[in-house]
């Protein structure tokens, strides 16, 4: 990172965001350029969760190279001044690098689909039909380098 004294270097920040945030995009190779979506997230232990279709552009893709980028935003806020050059942003963010895996195992899609929706609170006991878990696709991303930064007052 060219500017340490932004680096975020305290992990429970690290965890703050990747539990708080609402949006995760993901990076993936499209031949010889990069392809990127926002997907809705759940995070445990190192681990990111999403739900999908089973077919179109990000799971082709995905087949070919399971290797990805990604980069979660907790929170932004442009700080306005009165010279335009003095406009700076407060964020949070983090960016890493991990594995993507196709979950197939029913039980597993099941735990998948209850950590996205404990993230975004929903924490009772969900029931899914078994005509959902055949459609849906989990995927598993398993974080494998991560790195944060921040910028503005946080308390």
Avoid at 58 to 86: A, G, H
Wanted: charge should be positive.
């Amino acid at each position: 990172m060219r500017k340490k004294q932004y680096e975020i270097t305290d992990p429970k920040i690290i965890e703050e965001i990747l539990s708080c945030a609402g949006v995760c995009r993901i990076a993936m190779i499209d031949n010889d350029r990069p392809y990127i979506v926002p997907l809705n997230y759940g995070y445990r232990k190192n681990t990111i969760y999403f739900h999908s279709s089973q077919l179109g552009k990000k799971i082709e893709l995905l087949k070919l190279n399971n290797k990805v980028c990604f980069e979660i935003e907790f929170f932004s806020q442009i700080e306005k001044r009165d010279n335009p050059c003095d406009w700076s942003t407060k964020y949070r963010s983090v960016i890493g690098y991990g594995t993507i895996d196709f979950v197939e195992d029913p039980d597993e899609k099941r735990e998948g689909l209850d950590i996205i929706m404990a993230h975004y609170g929903k924490n009772s006991k969900n029931i899914y039909k078994d005509t959902l878990i055949d459609r849906v696709l989990i995927l598993k991303l398993r974080i494998e380098e991560i790195s944060g930064k921040q910028l503005g007052v946080w308390k």
